[in-house]
């Protein structure tokens, strides 16, 4: 199972601020996802983010808001752009290993914009 | 993506089996059923995955209608520590392993 560690795990932001998300994970990964989850809410995706490629965003998500990075297959980064009280939530990587498709996820990082 | 329908919440007591539902009346041909739970300040773990076929593992079993379009997630044993948020998700391989998340079934268990 691949173990994946986020940095920070939890920070407050000013906003119009931007702060960027770290996600290490110990072995290589194809395929990466980062999610968000609003306080109380289920997990939204943001995007795809697969090494090799520009990171697929999914419809509400924009690469200026949230730009992505995956330079090599055991780490990606997402930053969060200018950031509003509304951006306040948990953004968790994830990653796809393994036959079974399963997914692992990190323990998030718990963002606060005041 | 095919949509789950699940309750809100279920209530369960410790040691006793649990069987949370998920109904899934659109699922198409290629779409697994994959069951993912989270625990309270943690991140969503992998519980179980189907086909057609029912599955078992250490953690639970899944049973799959034989039409698919409903299952069923078994506990066998509820514990305290099974009290999280429990997903039904359906995913289709194909379509770049991308996972929705639904609003999920809530359990509490009672000692």
């Known amino acids: 199972s691949a173990v994946i560690s986020q940095k920070p795990s939890r920070d407050i932001c000013q906003r119009g601020t931007s702060l960027t998300i770290q996600c290490q994970v110990d072995?290589?990964?194809?395929?990466m996802f980062w999610y968000r989850q609003q306080p109380g809410q289920s997990l939204t995706l943001i995007a795809t983010?697969?090494?090799?490629?520009?990171?697929?965003?999914e419809s509400g998500f924009v690469i200026d808001k949230f730009p992505i990075s995956r330079p090599n297959l055991t780490f990606s980064t997402l930053t969060v752009s200018n950031m509003s009280p509304e951006d306040s939530s948990i953004y968790l990587c994830?990653?796809?290993?393994?036959?079974?498709?399963?997914?692992?996820f990190g323990e998030g990082s718990r963002l606060t914009v005041l | 993506d095919a949509k789950t329908t699940q309750p809100n919440s279920m209530e369960s007591n410790e040691e006793e089996p649990v069987h949370l539902p998920c109904n899934h009346s659109t699922i198409s041909g290629t779409d697994y059923i994959h069951w993912y739970r989270q625990l309270p300040s943690q991140g969503p773990e992998y519980v179980i995955h189907g086909l057609t076929s029912n599955v078992n593992n250490r953690m639970a079993s899944l049973a799959i209608a034989e039409d698919r379009k409903s299952s069923t997630l078994i506990l066998h044993r509820a514990t305290l520590r099974d009290a999280a948020v429990y997903y039904c998700i359906l995913r289709d391989n194909t379509g770049g392993f991308k996972t929705i998340f639904g609003a999920g079934t809530r359990l509490f268990v009672k000692a």
């Open positions: 994830s990653v796809l290993q393994g036959n079974t498709g399963e997914l692992f």
């Open positions: 983010a697969n090494q090799g490629s520009e990171a697929t965003y």
């Open positions: 072995s290589q990964v194809t395929m």
